[in-house]
């Protein structure tokens, strides 16, 4: 079974904006589609090693970046 | 093709770095998709090309954060979302004589819509007197709009001054940036700046058909309405704008191979440096405003100081026509530049030069000394040639 994060967003946008400032902290992360059975308003998430959620979590707070939730998956 | 001498910059800056063409063939050829639409390998290029120009932008001009860039077509576009975005009847709002039609026609219908408008007087030099500010302020004044640097003499306005000015008095600043931006360093925080209008085909050397509006953190964005709604690829499922940056400002489909073209501008000027072209343009100014204040019959206008104003320079001849001069130069010299109002109505009542306008010649990046000396050869031979 694969475990992996994802950080969803209100837009592409968002998303963006946090996958360069994570690139600039050295956090791997990759944009890809959000998966079927999670709701989101924003057709792209971003995703990310579960290991890292605590560094997203504060990269994304320390820029005020508004960001819908993080889930962690199973599949 | 003959020689071209281009002294048309303040209108729009040719040539343009090949980066920004090559930029813009392979957005077309190899990229080409929608940014923020699908989650295709295709479309997260696209998006992380727009994402890039943001940053630069932001960079460029020190805004902290890059999705407070809203992208529009024009720095004509981003100066009405920003004035018809903000300002409501029963608000007041501080413009100079200076402001071309971008700034001047949406005031007007503005204040046709009760908005109430003052316009400061720039005699005799152009230049805005922060004192008057003082004078001139109001309980409900919002807002004070000022054009960065004449598209007509080139006077650059004491924005840092202004800027203080208003912030110590609650008013925010609407910076035109449409002949600075790329031209002359420009620091939002430093100058006080809180919503910076900027368009990308000027000396920001992108393509036409880019521009923005970078909004500053002192600008509620709930009080700043959009000019137009629709697909923002965000929030699908509502039928609702929302209410976030930049896409409560972005509706419908960006115009990504400009954006392209004009991020690889924008590298172009960080790797070339704004203060570099800054002095290069300054020297080539005031080596014209010399040479044109030693040819007899020519009368220039603005301060005859490069120091103080853009390389943007005005002027008239003696008994002669300036559209004709304009013709002359074109046909017969290849040399190109503006003649006229040059949409600043108020600028050429303030500089005394309504309704005939001036000549002007707007010098770049690209233009040199040599070219220079040419256009003034010409000048005197056209004058001669009368005489």
Known sequence: MEEFAVVLVESTNQAMRIEHLLNLSGVKSKLIPVPKFLSSNCGNCLRIDPADIEKVKFVVEKNKIRIDRIEIIQM | MNRIIYFDNAATSWPKPPQMIEAMRQFNGEIGANSGRSGHQLSVQSARIVYDTRQRLADIFNLRDPLRVAFTLNVTESLNLALLGLLKPGDHVITTSMEHNAVMRPLRYLESRGVELTILSCIPNGVLDPDDLKKFMKPNSKLVVINHASNVIGTIQP???????????????????????????????????????????KSLFGPMGTGGLLIGERVNAEQLNPLKRGGTGSYSEFEEQPDFLPDKFESGTLNIIGLAGLNASLEWIQSTCIEIIRVHEKVLCQQLINGLQNIPGIKVFGSGDANLQTAVVSFTIDGFDNARVGELLDERYGVLCRTGLHCSPSTHKT?????????????????????????LLFLKEIIGKRQ
Not at chain 2, 159 to 177: K, P, S, V, Y
Not at chain 2, 352 to 363: A, E, N, V
């Open chain 2, 159 to 201: 924005i840092r001054d202004i800027g203080r000015f208003a912030r110590e008095n609650g008013l925010l600043t609407l910076i035109d940036t449409a002949q600075t931006a790329g031209a002359y360093p420009i620091n939002m925080e430093k100058d006080f700046i809180d919503l910076l209008a900027f368009t990308g085909h």
């Open chain 2, 351 to 375: 500089i005394q030069t309504f309704p005939h306008g001036t000549i002007r010649f707007s010098l770049g990046y690209f233009n040199s000394k040599i070219e220079i000396d040419d256009a």
